[in-house]
């Protein structure tokens, strides 16, 4: 059955240190991506400040959920009349943190809740210091389509993908902060590219399109690259991003990972029951 197409939004910026001035610039460009015909904007990982787990000892201040940058979304949804997936906040519950992304429908109500899972910790991604690791996943149901949303380090993990595809979602969001490290060289080969080839498999293994969302700019001895990008539930890049701040607009098919699935059949040629191995330690 044909279905219509969804614009996706994606806001590639650069964060400094006065946190509202990065708020007033994330708004501004959720304004410009509604003005492009966005159905659903996405912003970047921890998009209120600068990326401080590059460090130890930082004293960044994580806030409630319900609270004030929470509000702001849902403000920022209903105003523009967007799907808005939230990048992610420095999240306060208790005595824990969370790395978490929130998801507002366009009435700016509240529709999924996602604490980031998977936490890296080596040279200048000490996340482990600041962060506890969620024990779940969620996936919103939206007037566009059912969304996923996973961030960052998640990327590299094929069962984090796997499940939102199991759980519904049609398109999988990531909201992001990686760049290169001045010093540190990748004797492994190309980061960036096995970074954007994981997803674009991750992409064609789930027949679901996957959008992922960087930010840019220099912080300290970090220069972030960039290149969000979309691509579709066979693995075509439909838009890439640069190194530049800015707004990138491009329409998906949701409908297209029907028809994959009944051509190749990737979910109902699975073996669950010999998959078992996975969940063991």
């Not at 319900?66 to 979304?73: A, E, F, Q, V």
């Not at 380090?153 to 969001?173: C, H, K, S, T």
């Not at 098919?253 to 109902?268: H, K, M, Q, S, T």
Request: with cysteine.
């Amino acid at each position: 059955m044909a279905r219509d197409k969804v614009r996706l939004g994606m806001v590639q910026m650069s964060m400094g240190e006065d946190r509202r001035a990065n708020q007033r610039k994330a708004e501004r460009y959720i304004r410009e991506a509604a003005s492009q015909g966005a159905d659903v904007v996405c912003l970047p990982e921890l998009f209120l400040s600068r990326y401080f787990p590059t460090t130890r000892g930082s004293f960044e201040k994580a806030e409630e959920i319900p609270g004030p940058t929470s509000r702001w979304l849902s403000e920022r949804a209903k105003e523009s009349k967007v799907i808005l997936v939230g990048g992610s906040i420095f999240e306060r519950d208790g005595r824990h943190r969370y790395n978490t992304c929130l998801v507002f429908d366009e009435n700016g109500k509240r529709v999924s809740k996602y604490r980031k899972v998977h936490i890296p910790q080596d040279e200048h991604y000490y996340e482990q210091d600041y962060f506890r690791a969620g024990d779940g996943y969620s996936v919103a149901r939206t007037a566009k389509g059912r969304l996923g949303t996973l961030i960052c380090f998640d990327q590299w993990y094929p069962e984090a993908a796997r499940v939102n595809r199991i759980m519904g979602a049609e398109i999988l969001f990531y909201p992001t902060a990686i760049g290169w490290v001045d010093g540190i060289e990748m004797a492994e080969g190309d980061w960036r590219l096995a970074w954007e080839e994981v997803q674009v498999g991750h992409a064609i293994a789930n027949s679901m399109v996957v959008c992922t969302v960087n930010r840019v700019g220099r912080e300290g001895p970090t220069t972030f690259w960039g290149g969000s990008f979309v691509c579709d539930q066979f693995g075509k890049v439909l838009l890439r991003g640069d190194g530049s701040e800015g707004v990138l607009t491009v329409d998906c098919d949701p409908g297209l990972g029907e028809e994959i699935e009944a051509g190749w059949g990737f979910f109902r040629n699975r073996r669950k029951r010999t998959y078992s191995a996975i969940a063991r330690r």
